[in-house]
């Protein structure tokens, strides 16, 4: 270790070469923009990732790398920065203790996959440092991956699923490399939010990565589940909107700057009608871009993989805020009050023979009006009944569910996004007060970030397995608590 101007720097070897990081206080290295992967371009561009060649020397990793995200897409509550450059495959590794050689690996690893629907996102954000891990004895990484189209588009002569493998190369370069960072590879949980949460649900489903972790923990995971037709149609579609033929030469032949735009254009033009028939398309069709059914490397959708017993060694933690989107309808509230909240959820697609059902398990989301009732219907679909299906097809598989209930002053909701700054303990970091207010609870930060270290470092984060006869859940509130049927207010949208 040296020091320079107050900085205390410190190194570790990696396959490709010895890297230097820094520390921050005294129980936290951060090791920076990493590369786990050449740049993804050129004839790249569309290729499995092909791990990064080595270096002379001594690499600095003091500040992030290239995000594969570009300008400010804006769709999170979270920062995420955009970081320009080519080299956008990379991780960041925060550690309490590096390791001076391989025998020295002990410590649990946190892997931590950022959210952003596919599209967008990035591990840069404040609010992923591991600080607050490192303090708890706990390893934490963030990585990267390809988005959008460059990640998960169909391609006549390309590989599928490129984000995906991204994720397997990059979970590769941990179980090679964490020990040089004090980590034992033995002992990795995967986890994420949003998107990130269904990354290590698809990860949980998959036989090729099994071996790369020992745990899963999602957060407001959301399922992709694309199919290989849509995926497809999608890419002749696009490529045609382009004027180049569907394969890697023609989408080579654009810059990322002309992808996107096409992209958009495309995308704007098949989202016409009502937002009720935008909103229906959303809740049937799923998200335009994200992990590919494409029978070989995703073999099945999400949940019938883990139905049919993949990753059922693995233990999981999985669950949701009580109102991820709930408030996406609030600026027509007043337009849709008068309109009866039975007919708007026909009109978003849920079934007759279900709606009386659901409106009497949601009786005090009714209250709040119509708006209200679509909101909570849509974060249901999407969130809520994704969490339940599969921890009651996990059968007697170790899992456990929670419920994220605390309301924000900000939004007088539990929405998406809030529960982030509570599972890495960071309440201090930037733009917190945006979603959390000026005052959140450090006790509940305390709670949720516990429950994760305790799960991470023993297996089991401190409240009763679910069961599908007992409902067990945890709910995060200002008290928590644990409750039987936690998950009742959903029910009525699964077929049993």
């Not at 203790?97 to 020295?104: E, R, V």
């Not at 004090?182 to 036989?207: E, F, Y």
Request: aromatic share 10%; glycine share 12%.
């Amino acid at each position: 270790m040296t020091t320079i101007e107050n900085v205390s720097f410190v190194e570790a070897d990696t396959r490709a070469g010895r890297v230097r990081g820094a520390w921050r206080g005294n129980r936290s290295a951060a090791f920076l923009g990493i590369p786990f992967a050449e740049p993804p371009v050129g004839e790249l561009r569309f290729a499995a990732p092909v791990p990064h060649r080595p270096w002379e020397g001594v690499r600095d990793a003091l500040e992030y790398g290239a995000t594969a995200q570009r300008g400010d897409p804006g769709v999170t509550f979270i920062p995420e920065p955009s970081i320009p450059g080519e080299s956008t495959l990379n991780v960041n590794v925060f550690t309490p203790a590096p390791a001076t050689d391989s025998t020295d690996a002990a410590l649990p690893v946190l892997v931590y996959i950022h959210g952003g629907g596919y599209f967008a996102g990035s591990p840069a954000s404040p609010w992923y440092d591991g600080a607050a891990f490192n303090r708890d004895g706990v390893v934490t990484v963030s990585i990267s991956y390809r988005l959008g189209f460059d990640g998960f588009g169909w391609i006549a002569d390309a590989p599928m699923n490129r984000g995906v493998l991204d994720w397997l190369l990059a979970l590769e370069w941990v179980r090679d490399n964490i020990a040089s960072f004090g980590g034992d590879p033995s002992r990795v949980t995967i986890a994420g939010q949003s998107a990130g949460g269904g990354a290590v649900l698809t990860l949980l489903g998959m036989p090729r990565a099994q071996p790369l972790f020992a745990a899963v923990y999602s957060i407001s995971g959301v399922a992709a589940d694309v199919t290989l037709e849509r995926a497809e149609a999608f890419g002749r579609r696009l490529a045609e909107a382009a004027g180049v033929e569907p394969t890697r030469a023609g989408f080579s032949a654009l810059s990322e700057e002309r992808l996107r735009e096409v992209q958009g254009e495309l995308s704007a033009r098949e989202q016409g009608g009502s937002p009720f028939d935008a909103l229906r398309r959303f809740i049937d069709g799923g998200l335009e871009f994200g992990p590919v059914i494409d029978g070989d490397l995703v073999p099945k959708p999400t949940v019938d993989a883990i139905t049919a017993g993949t990753g059922a060694d693995k233990p999981l933690v999985l669950g949701a805020t009580d109102d991820e989107f709930s408030t996406i309808l609030d600026g027509a509230k007043g337009k849709l009050r008068f309109i009866p909240a039975r007919f708007l959820l026909g009109r978003a697609g849920l079934e007759r023979a279900a709606r009386s059902p659901y409106l009497a398990a949601n009786r005090e989301v009714a209250k709040l009006g119509s708006a209200a009732v679509v909101g909570r219907y849509l974060t249901d679909r999407l969130f809520r009944t994704l969490a339940l299906r599969i921890a009651r097809a996990r059968g007697a598989a170790p899992t456990w569910l929670y419920r994220f209930s605390w309301v924000s002053p900000k939004s007088g909701r539990a929405v998406h996004c809030l529960d982030v700054p509570f599972f890495f303990d960071c309440l201090d970091a930037g733009r917190v007060d945006v979603v959390a207010g000026d005052a959140p609870p450090q006790a509940l930060a305390d709670e949720v970030h516990g429950g994760a270290v305790a799960f991470v470092v023993n297996g089991d984060p401190g409240w009763p397995r679910f069961t599908d006869a007992a409902g067990t859940v945890r709910v995060f509130d200002t008290t928590s608590t644990v409750a039987e049927h936690g998950f009742a207010a959903v029910r009525p949208l699964l077929a049993d």
